[in-house]
């Protein structure tokens, strides 16, 4: 077989992922939060991009210019505005230099509070101070504090700590003791037999079968095996499931109340659908999106600069222009793809989440001329306020399930009647999977065991063995 070397021109079409539409893929997928925290570092890294000036104009309404409005205002204005600034910064230094107090009519938001959570170690450390104890027993007690867990556990041996302290073991456990006294109860025990024997004790139940359950059977407990319990110990179920319901109001973890050190998440709704007389209106929430504009500065200098000044330039202004492009793209897929979910979820939004209606992405995708991964993306990470609460969008998309007559059903509402159906059960007879889906099924809900297995795993119910009481 001969071997050549040549020249061969071939034309075909293929996508290339630019970085341009690589960007706009994932300006799609941002929340609200997210979109606004990327333009912010956006005009931090781009120079033409700035804030535009929203003003109001004759009628009332909101205007936006790329100009600065000070440089229009008349000289006697701009003398005005800067009395008025001088006033503001005396108003605000006020109470300062003579050690008054000033006092704010406006309301106290309560969101500097919640992001300013005390930890675990924190609130310990706190009470560890106020303790009567010497110094060297603070050290102690300040180490063994930073080797406690978010949970509320000792992670080391006190015979570590103490060799790592240099101090005699019984020096270490003394002080633990005290740790073990503070608050939350339970803190600072080195396993889950101990935290609730000192939950225990600080409660004073003295319970017999209660103390044995806790030192001997946790992990029956765990399995809902009372009955195996009840034989060894030879008393009557009834009487093992009092002493586990005691055990039960014991807290496992006591310290996964207190914050890890994060900040606590919100969530703000991406869209507003408010019912206005007998319709329904979608509002984009983007108002804390900072409203883009080309800084008119870089426009003029266009002319008198170098070339290769003029190509970093024009670089920076078709990035700034797809940018902009690029979020109103998001938000007018955003409005067409909730639009077709108001369409196929009227009753939801009418009579409520029961009423939820099977939908997939691939029929929004057909109804808007779209593809099903753009559909995907845009509702991933997005909220949506109703008349009915807040629902993420990913809701509003559900597998039907067989219903009478050969209607659909989704398989939220199948769920939510599975779980009415064992709020309702009786507590020393719970319903097996084999009984409500025959239960359903009577209902019209055509569903076998396994999915009714699969459902009820999902909403965290535990099985009819682990739900029955004597």
């Known amino acids: 077989m001969r071997m050549e070397?040549?020249?061969?021109?071939?034309?075909?079409?293929?996508?290339?992922?630019?970085?341009?539409?690589?960007?706009?893929?994932?300006?799609?997928?941002?929340?609200?939060?997210?979109?606004?925290?990327?333009?912010?570092?956006?005009?931090?890294?781009?120079?033409?991009?700035?804030?535009?000036?929203?003003?109001?104009?004759?009628?009332?309404?909101?205007?936006?210019?790329?100009?600065?409005?000070?440089?229009?205002?008349?000289?006697?204005?701009?003398?005005?505005?800067?009395?008025?600034?001088?006033?503001?910064?005396?108003?605000?230094?006020?109470?300062?230099?003579?050690?008054?107090?000033?006092?704010?009519?406006?309301?106290?938001?309560?969101?500097?509070?919640a992001k300013s959570a005390v930890t675990l170690q924190e609130h310990l450390e706190l009470q560890l101070r106020f303790s009567p104890l010497s110094p060297a027993a603070?050290?102690?007690?300040?180490?063994?504090?930073g080797c406690i867990d978010d949970q509320g556990y000792l992670s080391c041996s006190v015979e570590d700590a103490a060799a790592a302290l240099g101090v005699q073991p019984e020096a270490a456990k003394k002080v633990l003791r005290v740790i073990q006294s503070f608050d939350p109860v339970g803190v600072g025990a080195r396993d889950l037999k101990e935290c609730l024997n000192i939950q225990l004790d600080h409660r004073r139940?003295?319970?017999?079968?209660?103390?044995?359950?806790?030192?001997?059977?946790?992990?029956?407990?765990?399995?809902?095996?009372?009955?195996?319990?009840?034989?060894?110990?030879?008393v009557t179920p009834r009487e093992v499931?009092?002493?586990?319901?005691?055990?039960?109001?014991?807290?496992?973890?006591?310290?996964?109340?207190?914050?890890?050190?994060?900040?606590?998440?919100?969530?703000?709704?991406?869209v507003n659908i408010d019912k206005v007389g007998n319709s329904f209106v979608i509002i984009i929430n983007d108002h804390s999106i900072p409203r883009l504009v080309i800084n008119p500065y870089y426009r003029r200098v266009m002319r008198d600069i170098d070339s290769e000044a003029k190509k970093y330039v024009e670089g920076r202004i078709h990035a700034a222009v797809w940018l902009m492009k690029s979020i109103e793209q998001r938000r007018r897929t955003l409005y067409n793809v909730v639009g077709a979910i108001l369409d196929c979820q009227k009753?939801?939004?009418?009579?409520?989440?029961?009423?939820?209606?099977?939908?997939?992405?691939r029929r929004v995708a057909d109804q808007l001329g779209i593809h099903e991964s753009t559909v995907s993306r845009a509702i991933a990470n997005k909220y949506a306020s109703t008349p009915h609460g807040v629902f993420s969008l990913r809701t509003f998309f559900s597998a039907g399930v067989s219903g009478s007559g050969g209607a659909q059903l989704s398989s939220s509402r199948v769920k939510r009647e599975i779980k009415e159906m064992v709020a309702g059960e009786a507590s020393g007879q719970p319903f097996s999977d084999q009984t409500i889906m025959e239960r359903l099924q009577q209902q019209g809900i055509a569903?076998?065991?396994?999915?009714?297995?699969?459902?009820?795993?999902?909403?965290?119910?535990?099985?009819?063995?682990?739900?029955?009481?004597?």
């Open 347 to 361: 009753d939801f939004f009418e009579l409520g989440p029961k009423h939820l209606a099977p939908l997939t992405m």
């Open 205 to 234: 139940i003295q319970d017999v079968l209660v103390r044995v359950i806790v030192d001997r059977y946790l992990e029956e407990v765990a399995n809902s095996h009372l009955k195996q319990i009840a034989d060894q110990l030879q």
């Open 5 to 113: 070397f040549g020249l061969k021109l071939d034309v075909n079409q293929k996508l290339v992922m630019t970085p341009q539409l690589c960007q706009a893929i994932a300006i799609l997928q941002l929340s609200t939060l997210e979109l606004a925290e990327m333009v912010e570092q956006e005009m931090l890294e781009n120079p033409v991009l700035e804030l535009a000036d929203v003003q109001a104009d004759s009628d009332g309404e909101e205007s936006e210019s790329g100009e600065s409005a000070e440089s229009t205002l008349p000289e006697a204005e701009s003398d005005q505005q800067v009395k008025e600034y001088l006033e503001w910064e005396n108003y605000f230094n006020q109470g300062y230099d003579a050690g008054e107090t000033t006092v704010s009519d406006e309301k106290t938001s309560f969101e500097g509070f």
């Open 447 to 470: 569903v076998s065991r396994r999915t009714v297995t699969k459902y009820r795993e999902e909403l965290g119910i535990p099985a009819s063995n682990k739900r029955k009481r004597y």
């Open 241 to 270: 499931q009092q002493a586990v319901d005691i055990i039960r109001t014991l807290n496992p973890k006591p310290g996964s109340a207190f914050s890890s050190g994060s900040e606590s998440g919100y969530i703000v709704p991406d």
């Open 138 to 145: 603070l050290c102690i007690g300040g180490y063994l504090i």
